[in-house]
């Protein structure tokens, strides 16, 4: 079993409390909510160790264990209370999150894929092919500049 530094799963801990802030859920809702809002998958087996870490904190509970074992949680008054206390950093993730989720939309999934790519093909690459997409990394980077100071002149 993986171990999830505690910096990691930190957002996503916020993200549920702030889910059964809302109202109780079990696992799968939980997982379903996480996904509709990340815009991604979430794996079920990081979600229930961060679901037990939560118990063993005291920061949720189990309020009803339904049929083939599946548990509805629901935040307690100290998860409510350790909630309010990083209401900011809350607010920061959930921008984030947002702020990413645009930036995949207008492209980034495609700049994300070619950065890959060129990682895995980059140890087999020409010296001039190396020079090419150097200059075409510098302009296509000059250009974005260009476009947020343009952004930057129209907000003053």
Do not use: C
Request: aromatic share 6%.
């Amino acid at each position: 079993m993986p171990f999830l530094p505690p910096k990691r799963s930190a957002p996503l801990k916020l993200l549920v409390l702030d889910l059964l802030k809302e109202k109780p859920m079990h696992g799968y809702e939980i997982i379903k909510e996480l996904e509709k809002f990340l815009g991604t998958d979430v794996n079920p087996g990081v979600l229930y160790r961060l679901m037990g870490n939560l118990r063993n904190k005291k920061l949720v509970r189990i309020i009803k264990e339904e049929e083939r074992g599946k548990k509805i949680y629901a935040i307690t008054d100290l998860g409510v209370k350790y909630l309010n206390e990083r209401e900011d950093v809350l607010r920061h993730v959930k921008d984030r999150v947002l702020s990413m989720k645009e930036f995949l939309r207008i492209g980034g999934k495609d700049l994300v894929r070619t950065v890959i790519l060129l990682l895995e093909r980059i140890k087999d690459l020409s010296d001039d092919q190396k020079d090419a997409i150097s200059s075409e990394i510098s302009n296509f980077a000059q250009r974005i500049w260009d476009i947020l100071d343009a952004g930057d002149d129209l907000n003053e």
